[in-house]
């Protein structure tokens, strides 16, 4: 049997599920793709994903990948996972990647954003996808403590956990906070992201845009190195995954 490799695009809604990662006993994101692709080839197959996004975290653009020896055409992959998929999981494209492509590895960047619904009453349809902040947010002092994020450092101090003797070391490529209307997002662009890192810097910035801490204060968070610091992380229900970035073949068809 000729085997291929097959890279899917995800997009999910992460409220019920137990990250991406499969779990024994609890409903994971991951267990939801193999589940569906067993019942669609009939093999037993384990995905690769660009990210591990934790409990309760959103994806729009969540990449993984895997062998098959399958022969039905890439568009039927498409229909028939979504078929098959639970209506909070969606495959959006199936694209042919080459025999030694690595979902996580081959990945140059990541981008993330984090929305915060910025009203004076709460929404109940934005309950599950934005944090409720009912307090006048100066977007404008996030953004000058956002410019201190960008480069290749030590981003320990918005780590949830370090692992003894790995690197903390990540390359941030963006960090903005945009506003639309009532909702404030903040976007981040990095190579790779610490354990929590997108919400502790988050609610580190909120401080800041609440009056809580000033942007000096966050500068010296920010370079101080000491692991876990920054904070607190905010909920993961305002946290997506948007988009994986790749070179290559592959990313000529995202």
């Known amino acids: 049997m000729e085997m291929r490799k097959i890279a899917l695009v995800v ?3 992460g ?8 779990q024994d006993n609890v409903p994971t994101i991951q267990g939801e793709i193999e589940r569906a692709l067993s019942r669609l080839t009939g093999e037993s197959i384990r995905v690769a994903s660009a990210s591990r996004t934790d409990v309760g975290v959103h994806a729009r653009g969540q990449v993984v990948a895997f062998s098959t020896g399958s022969s039905l055409p890439l568009q039927t992959f498409v229909r028939a996972m979504n078929h098959y998929l639970p209506k909070d999981i969606a495959v959006s494209r199936a694209l042919s990647a080459r025999a030694d492509f690595d979902a996580r590895r081959d990945a140059l960047s990541r981008e993330y954003h984090y929305h915060l619904l910025n009203t004076v ?5 934005l309950r599950r996808s934005a944090y409720f902040v009912p307090v006048p947010i100066d977007v404008e002092a996030m953004n000058r403590a956002c ?5 290749t450092k030590d981003f320990a101090p918005f780590a949830g956990s370090v692992d003894v003797g790995k690197s903390t070391v990540r390359s941030v490529y963006r960090a903005e906070v945009v506003t639309e209307g009532p909702l404030v997002t903040f976007h981040m662009v990095a190579n790779a992201f610490l354990p929590h890192q ?3 810097t988050i609610g580190a910035l909120l ?4 009056g809580k801490d000033d942007v000096d204060t966050f500068r010296q968070i920010d370079s101080s190195k000491l692991p876990g610091v920054a904070g607190p992380a ?3 229900h305002g946290l997506y995954l ?6 290559g073949a592959l990313d000529e068809n995202l």
């Open 11 to 13: 997009e999910y809604d």
């Open 15 to 22: 409220t019920w599920y137990h990250g991406f990662q499969i």
């Open 121 to 125: 009453t709460r929404s109940p349809l």
């Open 147 to 151: 410019q201190s994020l960008i480069g």
């Open 198 to 200: 997108v919400r502790h």
């Open 207 to 210: 401080k800041v845009g609440v």
């Open 234 to 236: 905010l909920p993961p």
């Open 242 to 247: 948007m988009k994986v970035n790749y070179n």
